[in-house]
Structure formats: C-alpha cells, structure tokens
C-alpha cells in the first residue's frame, strides 16, 4: 500500500505532474457523468476524488486512474430516477461489497477468459465513445433553447484551439519530457484564451448548460470535504431487493471495465498488475463511496491513458491526481472553471488516436474471420450499447466459435491387438460439440467382442461426453459385446459411475493431470 514507486519507470516528479495534468482532465468528466446518472455535480466530483485515491494506494494496478465513469453512470439512471440519490448510495455500498467479495474468492482471475480479439474490440470501442463524447463540446444552446452545432467564429476557435493542443502535446516531447506534454498544453491554451479575450467555452459554461435555468447564475465547482453518512435508506429486505440488481450490474461493469483497462496497462508498460487485489481495491472505494456521498466509479480508461502517456507508472500518480482534484474542490474552484474545454478535447483526442489500436487494420489481414467477426462486434456493441455487454457477447461468441471448431478436431487410429481386442486411439476432446462425431466413429455392429477406447491423447470433457459413452456402452452390450476404457483421468472416473458396470478402468496406466489452482503452494 505504501510503495509509491513501484518500478524503474517511475519517479516522483513525473509521477506528480501526471497526477496533475490527469486531475484537469478529470473535472468536466466527473460532472458529465454526474448528469448522466440524474445527480449533482459534487456527487461525481467527491467519487472521482475517493475512487482515485483509494485504488491508487491499495488497489492492484500502479498507475492506473479510477474515478467517476459513464459505464457504471448509466446503470445508476432508473434507481435514482424512481427510489432517489439515497437508494443510489445503497446500491454503490452494496456493488463495492460484492466487489471486495469477487477479490477475496480469486475471479479476478477470470479475465483471462477474454479472447484477444474481444480485447481488440473493447479497444477500440472505448476509443471511439470517447472520441463521440468530445463532439457534444462543439455543441451551444441557440436563442430557442436547443443545442446546436457551433458555427462561425466560434466553431473556428474551437477547432483551432483543439488543433494547437493537440500538436502541443505531440511536438514538446521532442523538445523536452521535463513536463508532461498534456499539461503545459492546457496551461498555454488557458493562458491564451484569457490573455487574448477569445470567444470559447470554458468549464464553468459547460456546467452551467447542464444545469436548470434558475440555478446557472450561481454555478460552481467549489464544495466541501465529503462527510461520513449512512444512506437514508430503510433497513429492509425490501430495500436489498429494490438496490441488488443495480447493485450487481455495477458490480460486474465496474470489475469489466477495470480489469480491462488493467490488462491493457500491463501490456502497455511490460509490467503485470493483480487483479484480485485490484478488485478489492474497487470494492473499497465503492463501499467508502456508499458511505460518503459519492456516486461511485472504476477505472478509467481515457484518464489512465493520460497518465501513462504523461509519465505516470507509481502509486503516486494515482494518489496526486485525486488529491489535486480535491484541491481543486475546496481552494482552487475559480482556476478550474477557467479552463477552456477546447484544451481538454485537444488532449482527449490525443489519448483516442493513442488508444485506438490502428494496427486491428492490418490484423484483420491476416487472422481468420471469426474472429474479424468477433472484433467488430465487441467494437460495434461497446459503441451501441456499453462495455459489459460487448465482452460477455464476444466472450460467448468467441466460445461458441472455439467449441465449433473443437468438434473438428477428434478422431481415432484403430488397430487389433495381440488378444484380438479392437483398440480405438482417441485424439481431440469429448465434449457438447463433439459427441456425435464422437459416436459416429465406431461400428458397433461389425466390431470383435471386446473393445478398447484408448483416452492417452483424449479426455471427456463434460457430461455430454459421459453421456456419450454410457449411450456407447449400452448399444456394445446389446450387442452382448464388452467396452473397455484405458487411460481416463481420475477426474473423468468420478462420473462414470453410471457407466461403471459397462466399464473396465486400467487404474494403473491412468494419466495425473495437473489443473491450475490459486494455492501459493
């Protein structure tokens, strides 16, 4: 919890000016996706702040950014909508449990199910929602009252000041990497457009549209420290029935999206993180969320991209950008408002064409097309709908896709032995897909009395290869033939048991076969 730096990457000044430049970045979406789940502004900004700082220094992940996010954002509407914000904290309370129970009990471990082309996909699909998020800032209110494109100078000062950050952040590097690229860009943009007048939008304007008319004028982003609260919610079993649902949805969303962005990072750094303790790190924070007024989060990944490209590897990074957010809350709100959304789309457009993985072009190329099929789904999905239901459409497509194409691959080599036994050799997994293949490999009117399956290169899988071979069994029995089993594995001996009397087992010559476990010894 206290190692900060965690790797020869990282340092304190990098990991301090990344830390700074990500807590700019992490305002407007804060209160964005405050809105988009029908709360206020603060709500998001307090568990931007609180899900930042504690996966930072218990979580598993160095260097990644949690906050706030509109994955989880969009669960939350309908509860809050119909029960209010205190049913929300319940919900927020209740996931973050359920989280912190997923890293006690190691499934964490199971994102490694994801398939890379599903990988791909959530990739790529994240990039482009962050990319069509940005186009609502090239968006004003009319004298109607309805949002319409910028036009005019505007739109021409926007685009301008976008197109500067962007080439900021793209030609200091190869000047200097004293200071995250990131923020001397927005600092310059912001000390620009104040010192020239230019006509463009700021932060505080941006809140300001989110908000109702009579409350535009007193708009701000200065609070308070967030204060301890048990929700004021009925302490019943209805209240669990109404708050479990969502509470699970966030859950899993939240546990998706992070491990993801998780494994993501690793690949991006060559280091590895742990994702059961990243896990209860999210836990933690969605329950202390619960607890004091914050709407709750995940990771990040738009956020962690900044950091990681800014320089941030360590704990620090992390730690820094939500006490600096905090900072911001409580004594510098007037900066914060100031900022002009232009250099925040500038350096979210530079994390999109970072993100994006161009090179799913040329893969394309060159793998086979399921899984093209699987990467544009995950990628279609994650734009249309949200990640969680992307990765477990491409997980079970991707499977289906595998158990299709498992079924191919049994046979068997058959030969008779010295006792004028048939032996059949079996190659390829028994399993749903492949059970009649399985079957139609044997003739059992025309075979001797006694057959041999031979498992050395095979194994039963599930229950529908035991079935299967019970089925077999009982056709060699009619036949008032004997079926004979060598080198099943023990796991497999266990479920014969209705096929025992059918059944010779040669215990002796039976494989060991080692299975992965979670045990450190």
Known sequence: MFDLITNKDSNVKNDVLSGITVALALVPEAVAFAFVAGVEPMIGLYAAFMMGLITSAIGGRPGMISGATGAMAVVMVALVAEHGVQYLFAAVLLAGLLQILCGVFRLGKFIRLVPYPVMLGFVNGLAIVIFLAQLGQFKVFNAAGEMTWMQGTMLYTMLGLVALTMAIIYLLPKLTKAVPASLVAIVTITLLVHGLDLE????????????????????????ELPSFAIPAVPLTWETVMIVLPTSVILCLVGLIESLLTLSLID???????????ECIGQGVANTVNGFFGGMGGCAMIGQSMININSGGRGRLSGITAALVLLGFILFAAPLIEMIPLAALVGVMFVVVIGTFEWASFRIIRGVNKEDAFVLFLVTAVTVISDLAIAVVVGVIVSA?????????????????DDDGWKVYELRGPVFFGSIQHFKDMFDVAKDPHDVVIDFNNSRIWDSSGIDALDTLADKYEQQGNKLHIRHISPECRVL?????KFVEINVNEDPRYRVATDKLA
């Open 267 to 277: 690949e991006m750094t060559d280091t590895r993180g742990r994702g059961n303790k």
């Open 400 to 416: 289906l896709v595998f158990a299709w194409k498992a079924a191919k691959y049994i046979e068997a080599k058959t030969h008779i």
């Open 496 to 500: 014969l048991k209705k096929a025992d």
């Open 200 to 223: 463009a939008r700021t932060v505080i304007d941006f809140v300001r549209d989110l908000l109702p008319a009579d409350q535009k004028d007193t708009a701000t982003l200065a609070g």
